[in-house]
């Protein structure tokens, strides 16, 4: 099984315990509250939405990645496309942080 398969897993995991938060607006207010341990944003965002999400994450020192497409991140979580998710808990974000800095890694 390859990084990006466990990525979507473990974000099926996270969904399934109810740990994952998705959508722009609810994403904002997540990381502004600080429970966001870690954002993932779709490789295909809207450069107004990345720029939006990127400095709430930058002021607020949430990890932020960008990875996979809308709609593998949305079949994942077993919903319609998403272009957000916000991990709520730290075990799953450090798991998710580990594999998403191996899968940048090449």
Do not use: P, W
């Amino acid at each position: 099984m390859n990084t990006e398969q466990k990525i979507l897993q473990m974000l099926g995991l996270a969904a399934r315990a109810r740990m994952v938060v998705t959508g722009e607006d609810l994403a904002v207010r997540e990381v502004q509250s600080g429970n966001a341990k870690l954002v993932i944003v779709s490789k295909d965002a809207s450069a107004n939405t990345m720029k939006k999400i990127t400095d709430k994450c930058t002021f607020f020192n949430v990890e932020k990645h960008v990875f996979s497409s809308r709609e593998d991140l949305g079949h994942a979580i077993g919903k319609d496309s998403r272009v957000i998710l916000v991990i709520s808990n730290a075990g799953f974000a450090n798991k998710l942080s580990e594999l998403l800095n191996e899968y940048n890694r090449g």
